[in-house]
Nanobody, 131 residues
């Protein structure tokens, strides 16, 4: 059974940094497209970043240059390093996985991830950025 468990959320001031982790179990981690989504109160869940089976990455324009997605296949763990955080980054952050390559589920022009394309989800971790 696929399980994803996020950690690392918290409260920081604008300009600060946080590192989110997502521990995965129950499947061959390296065969899945992995991604991070976020959802703020009253807003739709939006894609933030993906990392493919070959470790290639892609990002939403709103986080490009500030966030870095990475993974450690040996530890079955996904990461999201978030720097230069802004109040508008405040949201619940979720990791997600789908048995596919990311090029199948990520729209490039314009860049967009659809949460309906991802089959497995963690419970989320809250990130709050104060001004």
């Amino acid at each position: 059974q696929v399980q994803l468990l996020e950690s690392g959320g918290g409260s920081v001031q604008a300009g600060g940094s946080l590192r989110l982790s997502c521990a995965a179990s129950g499947y061959t981690y390296s065969s899945y497209c992995m991604g991070w989504f976020r959802q703020a109160p009253g807003k739709e869940r939006e894609g933030v970043a993906t990392i493919d089976t070959d470790s290639s990455t892609s990002y939403a324009d709103s986080v490009k240059g500030r966030f870095t997605i990475s993974k450690d296949n040996a530890k079955n763990t996904l990461y999201l390093q978030m720097n230069s955080l802004k109040p508008e980054d405040t949201a619940m952050y979720y990791c997600a996985a789908v048995l596919a390559v990311c090029t199948v589920v990520v729209r490039r022009v314009p860049w967009r991830m659809d949460h309906r394309d991802f089959a497995y989800w963690g419970q989320g971790t809250q990130v709050t950025v104060s001004s």
